[in-house]
């Protein structure tokens, strides 16, 4: 079976022996992934709607017009922050497979591989139903990486911090830390 963290580690090895300091190691993935999904997101997402809901023809060109020039280098931000994350994580000598962070960025990138190919393809003739599709497929990727993917990453990155700093204790807390928060809801 293949083994991602295998596979990166020589290149991981290459990127620890630069010297990099740990908060950037640990944090540059998680800050950089979420200006890019906020910033550019909200920004793709919101001139996509625009350009199918605005009711004045003329906002409603200009919107898509924005939607196509950001949405291409976003994805670009995604992919290669999602290979910066697969990278961040074998350097830090953290499994990538077992992790529910990786499975979720994983279905952002298929979901905006998809709906890039639909839009590069002209909705196969301009059809409404795929024009209909490329909206609702980027706005779950976008959910799926605003709502999931950002929480589980930011989860992985505390615990991380958690268990460096207070070792074999770090469960435990988290434990009761959980189980107060359970109990007062």
């Known amino acids: 079976m293949l083994n991602l963290s295998e596979l990166l580690e020589p290149i991981a090895s290459q990127f ?6 740990e908060p950037i190691t ?7 992934m979420g200006i890019v999904v ?8 919101y001139s996509g709607w625009q350009g199918r809901l605005a009711a004045d023809k003329d906002v409603a060109l200009k919107n898509r017009a924005d939607h196509r020039k950001i949405a291409p280098w976003m994805f670009l931000f995604i992919a290669l922050g999602y290979t910066g994350g697969l990278l961040s994580l074998v350097m830090q000598h953290q499994p990538v497979m077992e992790s529910p962070h990786f499975w979720t960025g ?22 409404l139903a795929l024009r209909a599709l490329h909206a609702y497929l980027g706005t779950t990727a976008f959910r799926i990486a605003l709502c999931c993917t950002e929480f589980l990453g930011f989860k992985i990155g505390f615990v991380n911090l958690v268990d460096r700093h207070l070792g074999r204790y770090s469960t435990g807390i988290l434990d009761v830390g ?3 928060r359970t109990l007062r809801l």
Not at 26 to 32: A, E, N, Q, S, Y
Not at 38 to 45: E, P
């Open 16 to 21: 620890r022996s630069l010297g990099i300091p």
């Open 106 to 127: 994983s279905i952002v990138i298929i979901l905006l591989a998809a709906n890039s190919l639909i839009s590069l393809t002209n909705f196969w003739g301009d059809k």
């Open 178 to 180: 959980c189980a107060v």
């Open 26 to 32: 640990h944090w540059g993935h998680p800050v950089m």
């Open 38 to 45: 906020v910033a550019m997101g909200s920004f793709v997402g």
